[in-house]
């Protein structure tokens, strides 16, 4: 986000734990270190937020695992004009 210029508008955790809460831990951001253990869900939610214009977040639910993350989420990432 801040190579894009936009680091400043990037204000909020980079994602979550999925499970019997909304938002449980791990919490995953710019501040938070360590390392995932084998098969956590969690989510993946970039978002940049303009004041006084609006932001857009693209979240992912995946699950991690060894070989790499197993997504859950099968939405296109490109621009969709409705």
Request: hydrophobic share 35%; glycine share 16%.
């Amino acid at each position: 986000m801040a190579l894009a210029g936009h680091g400043e508008h990037f204000r909020h955790g980079l994602g979550h734990g999925v499970g019997l809460e909304i938002h449980e831990e791990p919490f995953l951001g710019p501040s938070r270190t360590g390392r995932l253990e084998d098969r956590v869900p969690i989510t993946v939610e970039p978002g940049v937020y303009l004041p006084d214009r609006g932001g857009v977040r693209i979240e992912d639910t995946l699950v991690t695992r060894e070989g790499g993350p197993e997504l859950f989420t099968k939405t296109t990432k490109e621009l969709l004009v409705l």
